[in-house]
């Protein structure tokens, strides 16, 4: 049967649900749409393995989960996104830092230079920072499906965490 769809995006609360052998299947059933899948996996009550998300198109971990990934709590965030990037080969990293943005690391495809780029958080004042992260992945995944240009993705997905942090609730 074809297939007609623009991404798939895989958001683990890590409950047991998104397991390395769920993501495999996923792999193997889409094997020619590989860089159009986006993971989160959120660390929070649960401990959180991105490590499930080897080589997708858009990858979503918070510093936290970085962090857990490498056993890593003293490097810079800038360290830690290129051991992350490198180890896991997404097309995209999107680390989160809260308050302080987040930081891009992508491949070209026409090439093997890897781009590091800084956004800075738009809002100063946060009322509820959860579901920031989720905000920013699904405009993150919304845009790239239709725009190429990571700079427009990523303003457009840094607005809508910020009007996300202005209001109460998810």
């Known amino acids: 049967r074809k297939q007609n769809f623009n991404k798939i995006i895989v958001s683990d609360f890590s409950y047991g649900v998104v397991t390395h052998s769920v993501m495999e299947k996923i792999y193997i059933s889409a094997p020619t749409v590989r860089n159009r899948i986006s ?11 991105i490590g499930k998300f080897k080589k997708i198109g858009n990858l979503f971990p918070n510093e936290t989960e970085a962090r857990t990934f490498l056993n890593d709590r003293h490097s810079t965030l800038d360290i830690i996104g290129r051991r992350v990037f490198d180890e896991l080969r997404p097309e995209n990293l999107f680390l989160t830092m809260g308050k302080d943005g987040f ?3 992508s491949k070209k495809k026409s090439s093997d230079n890897v781009t ?16 920031s ?3 920013l992945m699904s ?5 790239s499906a239709v725009n190429d240009d990571l700079n427009a993705v990523s303003i457009l ?3 809508a965490a910020a009007i996300a942090v202005g209001r109460i609730g998810n």
Not at 39 to 49: A, K, N, R, Y
Not at 139 to 143: E, F, G
């Open 39 to 49: 993971g989160d996996s959120q660390t929070g009550s649960q401990i959180g393995d």
């Open 103 to 105: 930081l891009l690391i």
């Open 116 to 131: 590091r780029s800084y956004f800075p958080a738009l809002s100063t004042q946060a009322v509820d920072v959860s579901g």
């Open 133 to 135: 992260g989720d905000a």
């Open 139 to 143: 405009v993150a995944n919304l845009a």
């Open 157 to 159: 997905a840094s607005i």
